[in-house]
């Protein structure tokens, strides 16, 4: 087989996509643009759906669901579906946040999914999500909001306050230790009545009156842009590679997928939120969302509740995540028959106890895949004596009752507010993700 030269403009496209999306929301947001650019067309999940070929996608929330229709193609053909999620850990503004504690304005925040905290210690940190205001006339809208600058940061305490934190290891605790610093009161004068006042800010950012502020689900993110790392660039650094890379490679792939390439095949994308929390929403993997889309397609194109079953049979899922390159610093706590190399390719997820969906006909469909797309394929399994993580992949072959199997790009730091991964990488992940969309 040959290789595939290297592609630094995939690592660097893949950059660009995570600065632009700080949020799920902003991830929908790009990858919805992309799609755009790249000729679909946007369908509301109230209004009736075109029957004729063409390439759609829906939004709902920070999750987005893209598909490709080609003249040829029956109501009862199956559907090739790749999987990612665009939420990532972080640190989330509560309700009520605006406190006063030594004179330092805060902000109290909430942990979102399994973050590695230390990592938000001592970084600039910006403010990002979306926030529902009244609407002129009636009712609420819902506006994105993204502030760029650093309105936040989270200092550490000094090693002269705790001088065993390098050997007894820091702990952090996430309603005392994390709540960031925003603003100062005034030397000596009395504490301001709201602290700081964070809707003001917000009402601000949005040029809309406080009282007209109804809710908001906001987060921080760090303001460090992507880069790429290493003597000879073999790295990138970002934030929110778990999972954005696979949003990306997936927004990517679907682009290039030829209508006329994929007769007997629809290909599918779903970026899903809150995969870090369990799954379990309104357009989470475990909800109705993607179901519902893709019975509605077959419906839209005449077929029938029985042609969607059929179709269903037909089909099968690759659920496109992050996976742990093998630590230098740590290599004992991988196992030691499957290490895992950055720039050495996609990696195929097993797990005995079905944290992965992957199976052996799965297996059989990404290893062709890989084959058509002229990628290295390489096998994780976690060590015995380690828990395993799990995405989306067993939730949605459970939901959909397909051949489902777990593939990611290797990175290391997982869940960290900075993330590493491979710079060669993003070119290969994409074009096994195509060639899985479009097997030829
Ligand atoms: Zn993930």
Redesign the pocket.
């Known amino acids: 087989m040959t290789a595939r030269p290297i592609d630094l403009d995939a690592a660097r496209r893949l950059l660009a996509f995570c600065d632009a999306s700080p949020s799920p929301y902003h991830a929908c947001a790009t990858a919805a643009a992309l799609l755009t650019e790249a000729g679909f067309t946007r369908l509301a999940e109230d209004a009736p759906w075109p029957g004729e070929p063409g390439r759609w996608f829906v939004v709902r929330g920070g999750t987005l669901i893209a598909w490709v229709t080609g003249s040829g193609h029956q109501p009862h053909d199956g559907f090739r579906i790749v999987g990612a999620?665009t939420d990532?850990p972080n640190l989330r503004i509560k309700p009520q946040p605006d406190l006063v504690r030594a004179g330092a304005r805060q902000l109290g925040v909430e942990v979102y999914g399994g973050a590695l905290l230390a990592s938000w210690l001592d970084r600039d940190l910006g403010l990002s999500g979306r926030v529902a205001v009244r609407r002129n006339g009636s009712g609420a809208m819902v506006r994105l909001l993204r502030v760029d600058r650093a309105v936040c940061t989270i200092p550490q305490l000094a090693i002269h306050l705790d001088r065993e934190v390098n050997t007894a290891g820091l702990k952090v605790d996430p309603q005392t230790h994390l709540t960031p610093i925003w603003g100062v009161e005034p030397p000596g004068g009395a504490p301001s009545e709201d602290g700081g006042g964070l809707v003001a800010f917000v009402a601000e950012e949005l040029g809309v009156d406080p009282d007209d502020v109804l809710g908001w689900d906001l987060m921080l993110h760090d303001l460090t842009p992507g880069s790429l790392v290493g003597r000879d660039h073999e790295l990138i650094g970002s934030s929110r590679l778990?999972?954005l890379a696979?949003c990306w490679a997936a927004v990517e792939a679907l682009t290039e997928v030829a209508p006329t390439a994929s007769e007997g095949q629809i290909p599918v994308i779903c970026l899903f939120d809150h995969?870090?929390v369990g799954s379990t929403s309104d357009r989470g993997a475990a909800s109705s969302m993607l179901p519902t889309v893709l019975e509605r397609s077959v419906l839209a194109r005449g077929g029938d509740r029985e042609a969607f079953h059929r179709s269903l049979a037909r089909s099968a899922c690759l659920s496109a995540?992050?996976a742990h390159a093998t630590h230098p610093n740590h290599a004992d706590r991988h196992d030691p028959q499957h290490r895992i190399a950055l720039n050495g390719g996609p990696v195929v997820k097993v797990n005995a106890n079905v944290r992965y969906a992957t199976d052996a006909p799965g297996v059989a469909l990404v290893a062709l895949a890989a084959e058509q797309a002229k990628v290295p394929l390489q096998r994780f399994a976690m060590r015995s004596d380690l828990p395993c993580?799990s995405?989306i992949g067993p939730i949605t072959a459970a939901r959909l009752g397909i051949t489902t199997v777990d593939v990611?790009m290797p990175q290391l730091a997982?869940h960290a507010a900075r993330e590493h991964a491979g710079s060669h990488d993003p070119a290969h992940y994409r074009a096994l993700l195509a060639a899985f969309l479009s097997p030829g």
């Open positions: 999620h990532s778990d999972n696979s995969e870090e995540d992050m993580g995405t990611g997982m």
